[in-house]
C-alpha cells in the first residue's frame, strides 16, 4: 500500500505563490509516476501536472504551464508542487496522486490511471 499525504494549501491573494508537498510512505520501490490534480465546486477533476518518480520528466496542463513547477525529492520521499501567479482560477482542492502504470505520458493525465491519492488540500485565491 501506498500512502499520500498533502500539506501547503491556503488562501492567497491573486498573484502570490504556494508550495504544495505530498508526503509519500509505504511500498514506494515500484510507484512510476506522482501527479498533481485539482477540483472545484461544481467542476470536475482536472489533471494539474505528473512527474515520473525516478527520471523526474514532467507534463503539464496548458492552464498551468510556465506558472507551476513540480519537482520531487527522493530521499525525502516528497513530492512537490510549486505555485507561482495564482490565479482565482486556480482556486481548487488540490490532490496528490501516485500510479504504478506504466504507459505513454498521455495515460497519466486521467485520474483513473492513478490507484492512490491523498485527502486533498484546499487553495484559495482572492481577487
Known amino acids: 500500500q501506498v500512502q499520500l499525504v498533502e500539506s501547503g494549501g491556503g488562501l492567497v491573494q491573486a498573484g502570490g505563490s504556494l508550495r504544495l508537498s505530498c508526503a509519500v510512505s509505504g511500498r514506494t520501490f515500484s510507484l512510476v509516476v506522482m501527479g498533481w490534480f485539482r477540483q472545484s465546486p461544481g467542476k470536475e477533476r482536472e489533471f494539474v501536472s505528473h512527474?515520473?518518480?525516478?527520471?523526474?520528466?514532467?507534463l503539464y496542463a496548458d492552464s498551468v504551464k510556465g506558472r507551476f513547477t513540480i519537482s520531487r525529492d527522493n530521499a525525502k520521499n516528497t513530492v512537490y508542487l510549486q505555485m507561482n501567479s495564482l490565479k482565482p482560477e486556480d482556486t481548487a482542492v488540490y490532490y496528490c496522486?501516485?500510479?504504478?502504470?506504466?504507459?505513454?505520458?498521455?495515460?497519466?493525465?486521467?485520474?483513473?490511471?492513478?490507484?492512490?491519492w491523498g485527502q486533498g488540500t484546499q487553495v484559495t485565491v482572492s481577487s
Open positions: 496522486a501516485a500510479t504504478r502504470t506504466i504507459g505513454s505520458s498521455t495515460i497519466y493525465t486521467k485520474g483513473s490511471t492513478y490507484g492512490y
Open positions: 512527474i515520473t518518480w525516478s527520471g523526474g520528466r514532467t
